[in-house]
């Protein structure tokens, strides 16, 4: 052998060499978060067939999420009608772990008897309205806090490490576009008055269970059930109330926000 025919040969095997390191060093892609999708038609997708189980679509926050900041929804189990009892009696909570990363949850709102209320307003009268708001705020302020808290601590005991991020309501209407139906500005801004008490009780529960509450008051602004450009379904559509195409896009950009910095496994570590 030659030695220019030798010196070919090491160079070749020292470039094989440096090819197999670097791929030995190449970093693997960091894991994904697992993420597990609680709640009630709010959160399961309803308002935008074609449904799955429970009123499961495929519009619907969680799913749109699924591959964002690396989570992988390992188990969507929100259900349209859930309440905050129905939600651990359906066995939503089977669905959490000790590997769950990352939960959202959205219920709170079929607690109060919320669909009542449109309804009386909608097509009562006057009197009839401002006594079923009247109901739904009571029920709001002195029984929707405990039952978050119970569910909320059950959450907490079912994935003790994951973060928990908790989504609230949009206002149904857009008052300054004018009466809608039997629901005159003023009944409007009664609704979408019990609809902020309905969020605030549900973020001061979040905040004493130490999990994250997710507002999206603002990104439906103007984009009421009576707005030129509703983000949510008016009262003639099967899915009336719920959020539509448009609506669901905005709850995944409010949640997508909150979870910029999340990495996964790192919840509450404890």
């Known amino acids: ?84 009892t129905s939600l651990v009696a359906g066995g939503q909570l089977d669905a959490l772990d000790r590997r769950t990363d990352v939960v959202t949850v959205t219920v709170g709102g079929n607690d109060i008897g919320w669909a009542s209320a449109v309804v009386a307003c909608l097509g009562g009268t006057d009197e009839q309205c401002a006594g079923a708001v009247a109901v739904v705020d009571t029920r709001i302020r002195t029984q929707l806090p405990a039952l978050l808290d119970a569910l909320y601590a059950q959450v907490d005991t079912a994935a003790p490490r994951a973060r928990v991020l908790v989504t609230g309501y949009p206002r149904l209407f857009s008052p300054e576009f004018g009466a809608y139906l039997g629901a005159s500005p003023a009944e409007q801004e009664g609704l979408n008055a019990a609809a902020d008490a309905l969020d605030e009780v549900i973020a001061a529960a979040s905040a004493r269970a130490g999990f994250e509450f997710v507002d999206v008051r603002k990104r439906f602004t103007g984009h009421g059930a009576n707005s030129p450009d509703a983000w949510i379904l008016g009262a003639t559509d099967p899915g009336s109330f719920h959020p539509n195409a448009d609506g669901y896009e905005a709850y995944t950009a409010a949640v997508s926000s909150a979870l910029r910095h999340v990495k996964p496994g790192c919840g509450r570590h404890r």
């Open 1 to 84: 052998m030659t030695r220019t025919t030798r010196s070919a040969i090491l160079a070749t095997i020292g470039a094989l060499t440096l090819v197999g390191s670097a791929a030995t060093a190449a970093p693997a892609a960091p894991p994904r978060a697992v993420y597990d999708a609680l709640g009630d038609s709010y959160a399961s997708g309803y308002g935008v067939p074609p449904y799955g189980e429970c009123g499961r679509s495929q519009s619907a926050y969680a799913v749109q999420l699924d591959g964002r900041h690396r989570l992988r929804l390992d188990d969507f189990v929100a259900c349209a009608g859930a309440t905050t």
